[in-house]
């Protein structure tokens, strides 16, 4: 079954009561049961709803996974990898990602002595002197959040296998429509899936998907004993994003590239983030990797001036300056305040995220009305 027919049958089957094309919401908390331990397959729904199967059952057939785990929030599904591991154990990270992954990774699990080295991961080759034989974890996203870097997963698989250690990606800003980690090697995938997979800003959601049924078993675990589970009303919202997934990614991409070009080409913009851009670091490993480039991309303003920048977002009509990103309405955001507010600047600007750097999530509005819309604000 191919990408786009799996979005919208990838491990579904007409509801077994009365035949419901779509999965039905079971508002429930609990189920009948005959005696003890006899009941249908369901007992809870902390640990089993039927909806949330059936979205479980997409995200693994999406990802090329046997294995699905949705949860109640990006950060919770991250968080039930982390618990993965011992204290004592390190993990060798990305040092451009998602500032609530840096602050769940230093505020909460460094106080549980999980100890966490971020680094560039550009250049594969020069993470193997990171790892120790503590090391357990390599946490990768690719593209970065927010500058867009992007990492070579099959080159990062090499090596954590070469050390028997577990290799996670992030793959909410590509989404399978365009990377498919597993296939790279990857043995967990993860989805904020109140992005690109629910695609319409109305709800918030966590996802895993790995192959190895072991691993699957660790998860699922966590995720019952911790209890960071998601509701039907959601998972019947993201189950149908999941559905127009492709057909949004793919005006999404051609969006993002008319964005990146525009934007390239204006004399008040300084430089534009893009992996589509043949000037784009690793460009060469996105074509090889990636099967388009999204609609996420950063730009700097010149003169690096923090008022300026903060005059542009806020003169936006089209684009709405908001947190979030991967909905099919336009958003603009600025990283430094916003989303990362939570790194230290020292931190930040290390890794490129200045007070002049606008984070645009290019919905799938007209193109013309998004150029119409980011030419006043920079030209105002």
Not at 154 to 164: L, P, Q, R
Not at 203 to 230: P, R, T
Not at 277 to 290: F, G, K, R, S, W
Not at 356 to 369: K, N, P, Q, T, Y
């Amino acid at each position: 079954m191919k990408f786009n027919t799996k979005t919208i049958h990838g491990g579904q089957s007409p509801d077994k009561a009365y035949g419901s094309v779509m999965p039905p919401i079971y508002q429930t908390s609990t189920y009948a049961q005959t005696t003890p331990g006899g009941h249908k397959g369901y007992e809870y729904s902390r640990t089993h709803n039927p909806t949330r199967d059936a979205l479980e059952k997409s995200f693994a057939s999406i990802e090329n996974g046997h294995y699905g785990l949705a949860f109640g929030s990006g950060l919770a599904a991250i968080d039930a990898v982390v618990k993965l591991l011992q204290p004592g154990d390190e993990v060798v990270s990305t040092n451009d990602l998602y500032g609530g992954t840096y602050r769940l990774f230093t505020k909460v699990f460094e106080k549980f002595q999980i100890k966490f080295q971020f680094i560039g991961m550009e250049n594969a080759d020069q993470i193997e002197q990171h790892i120790t034989p503590k090391t357990k974890l390599i946490w990768v996203e690719t593209p970065t959040n927010p500058m867009l870097s992007i990492i070579d997963i099959k080159a990062v698989s090499a090596i954590a296998k070469k050390h028997g250690i577990l290799l996670a990606v992030d793959n909410t800003f590509a989404t399978p429509y365009l990377q498919q980690p597993l296939d790279l090697g990857a043995d967990i995938v993860m989805h904020s899936a109140t992005k690109y997979l629910g695609g319409h800003s109305d709800v918030v959601m966590g996802a895993l998907a790995v192959k190895d049924k072991g691993l699957a078993d660790q998860l699922y675990f966590i995720q019952n004993a911790s209890g960071a589970v998601c509701g039907p009303q959601d998972s019947f919202l993201v189950l149908r994003g999941v559905k127009t997934l492709h057909v949004r990614m793919q005006r999404h991409c051609e969006n993002g590239r008319v964005v990146a070009t525009f934007l390239q080409q204006h004399p008040k913009v300084e430089k534009v983030y893009w992996p589509g851009l043949v000037t784009h670091p690793n460009h060469e490993i996105a074509v090889d990797q990636m099967n388009d480039f999204g609609g996420m991309l950063s730009f700097t303003t010149k003169g690096n001036n923090y008022e300026e920048t903060i005059k542009v977002v806020e003169r936006l009509k089209v684009f709405t300056l908001a947190e979030s990103l991967g909905g099919v309405e336009s958003l603009a955001g600025h990283p430094a305040s916003m989303t990362h507010a939570s790194i230290p600047k020292e931190v930040r600007v290390k890794t490129g995220v200045l007070d002049s750097l606008i984070r645009l999530s290019v919905g799938i509005e007209d193109a013309d009305d998004l150029m119409a819309d980011l030419k006043q604000a920079l030209e105002s």
